[in-house]
């Protein structure tokens, strides 16, 4: 069974500074990842999907890459909506929607 | 506008059953693959099952597999998940999901806003 792995698991930042949030699978996954942002008491929105493609009204300091086993989401610019909680989930493997355990972006 | 209305979700006893349902509208099931989604308190998510487009091929995970039945209501454009033998570590917000594609295998572009389920005696 896959193995996604986020790093780290709680980031400390402060708004304008800019983030790199990391995702590793332990098996290659090509472009088939996705990420995704949930704010407290609310359901997950789709950020990324293919690894690097901006979903429709995701702001462009949201950018993202990688390919095979190793991503990451970077936050150009942290904004005050940006602090949240981030997810991985890969969809080329079984099982077809294994997420990561998250990351906390949080306000140092 | 794609919306999906989770609704069913209650405290049930351990061993129980419940039924969740998940009204879309904006698109037709036909057109996509669904999932269900879930989140335990202050944990992270989790999937559990997903539904092809053409509603012959289901996937679970191996905690639920046997015990969860994703269907879904075509006239009524409404996707289910009858959970049986409910487990305490079933407890969590389900989420219904609509997949970006028609496989099973694809990300979520748009997420209900859950319904609780609780069990406990």
């Known amino acids: 069974e896959i193995v996604m792995t986020q790093s780290p698991a709680t980031l400390s930042m402060s708004p304008g500074e800019r983030a790199t949030l990391s995702c590793r699978a332990s098996h290659n996954l090509g472009s088939k990842l996705a990420w995704y942002q949930q704010k407290p008491g609310q359901a997950p929105s789709l950020l990324i999907h293919?690894?690097?493609t901006r979903a429709t009204g995701v702001p462009a300091r949201f950018s993202a890459s990688g390919s095979g086993t190793e991503f990451s989401l970077t936050i150009s610019s942290l904004q005050p909506e940006d602090f949240a909680v981030y997810y991985c989930q890969q969809y080329n493997i079984w099982p077809p929607g294994q997420f990561g355990q998250g990351t906390k972006v949080e306000i140092k | 506008e794609v919306q999906l209305v989770e609704s069913g979700g209650d405290l049930v006893q351990p061993g129980g059953s419940l039924r969740l349902s998940c009204a879309a509208s904006g698109f037709t099931l036909r057109s996509c693959a669904m999932s269900w989604v879930r989140q335990a308190p202050g944990k992270g998510l989790e999937w559990v099952s997903s539904?092809?487009?053409?509603?012959?091929?289901?996937y679970y995970a191996a905690s639920v597999n046997g015990r969860f039945t994703i269907s879904r209501d075509d006239s009524k454009n409404t996707l289910y998940l009858q959970m049986d033998f409910l487990r305490a570590e079933d407890t969590a917000i389900y989420f219904c999901?609509?997949?970006?594609?028609?496989?099973?295998?694809?990300?979520?572009?748009?997420w209900g806003q859950g319904t609780l389920v609780a069990v406990s005696s």
């Open positions: 293919s690894a690097s």
């Open positions: 999901a609509k997949l970006g594609g028609g496989s099973g295998y694809d990300y979520v572009d748009d």
């Open positions: 539904l092809s487009d053409r509603g012959t091929t289901t």
